[in-house]
């Protein structure tokens, strides 16, 4: 597919169920050398216009932790934005890791809602991100925990240390079309990682094949980068000679594309445009950790740079929530004045009130912009899928662009706002399961 066949307006558009894994897609994107913006809302066409040509766009929401009614409603809003805007592929960017439910952040509701705007007969499920470390094979997913790169720290999704046992959406099933299935997909075909061997020729034939039978989508196997060029191929192929078409998985979507796409001298060449590293810290850092993730757990320990601030979740939800966050906002911003970093983070005394959850993550965001008002910074942290999805929604800024990378699947960008106290701060959002241990600290000392 070219630029030239969608002069229009971007070929490729993405929405995010939540913002730290709207960020790695931007990421991806971005060092391929697309130029990409990420917005918070779908954009109108004066704020297209300002920003000029775009090779693709996101918008970054929170679809993974709504009900039914209220994601459909969020997705109609964003199908017909990107419809309007012409695109090729629209890609529904879900957690690696896939958890979602039927009652919450349901991957079917989306792919019943976003093909109303997408005609092509295909729908592609990409199973699997490696370079994260989460492998899709004969339809089943798996994904490693912890930083041990060995085969030891591979786990089957409903095996998982911390995904089988998600406080919302645990993984209990790992035959991704078994979980589609429960999820209002009815007819699921899929497949595997041998027909990508073949040839493009064999593997459209197998496609097609898929395809006579109409199903709500296919599933297509991950191991390796060779797999997402051949995914890629097809996303490629249907939707630049038929209708647009939808695509749902992990940023490994926008890898398969850009691995396809490549460039006129190189296709299938995933070429990374060349960035300047992440410069050291200018001014205190603010972390806020709303995840209660194990790995998060150990990079808040690791952050010895940092004063601890303790966040009890069910002071920070319970009947005197303002007074305990006037209290912790003042505990916070006082040191940041003085020039110390500054980490604050949910403690795991509340992990099983999972009916304070979606209460909590608006505290935090509450929290953030409270102290973002009471002191300016120029770099600040979110952990959390949720937590980052609401706080910075609750910032009141309309859009992200890629700065530099951090670790794998996390990612620093350059905040945009109409405030000219937010405008260009510098802002990490990582989910529960990404970066490294030290990754507080690399947000302090930069990788230059």
Known sequence: MSDEANSGGPAYAFYGDDFTGATDTLAHLARAGLRTMLFFAPPDAARLSMLGRLDAIGVAGAARAMAPAVQRQELERVGAAFAALGVRVMHYKVCSTFDSAPETGSIGVAIRTLREYCANELVVVVGGQPNLRRYCVFGELFAAAGADNSAQSIYRIDRHPTMSRHPVTPMNEADLRVHLVRQGVKNVQSIDWRCYARGAAELQEEVQRRLDSKPDAVLFDVLDDSHLQAVGRVIVRHAAVTAPLLAVG???????????????????????????????????????????????????????????VELDPLKMTGDAASDYLAERVAAIAGPLRDGRNVLAFTTRRASSETGALPQLAHACASLLQQVLGAVRLQRIGIAGGDTSSFAVHALGAWGLSYLAPLSAGVTVCRLHADQAALDGMEIMLKGGQMGDPDLFEQLLDGNG
């Open 250 to 308: 992990a940023s490994s979507v926008a890898q398969a594309y850009v691995l396809a796409r490549g460039t006129p001298a190189e296709p299938g060449v995933l070429q990374t445009r060349t960035t300047p590293p992440l410069a050291r810290a200018h001014g205190p850092v603010f972390v806020l950790a709303g995840s209660l993730s194990p790995l998060t757990e150990i990079q808040i320990a690791a952050a010895q740079s940092y004063l601890h």
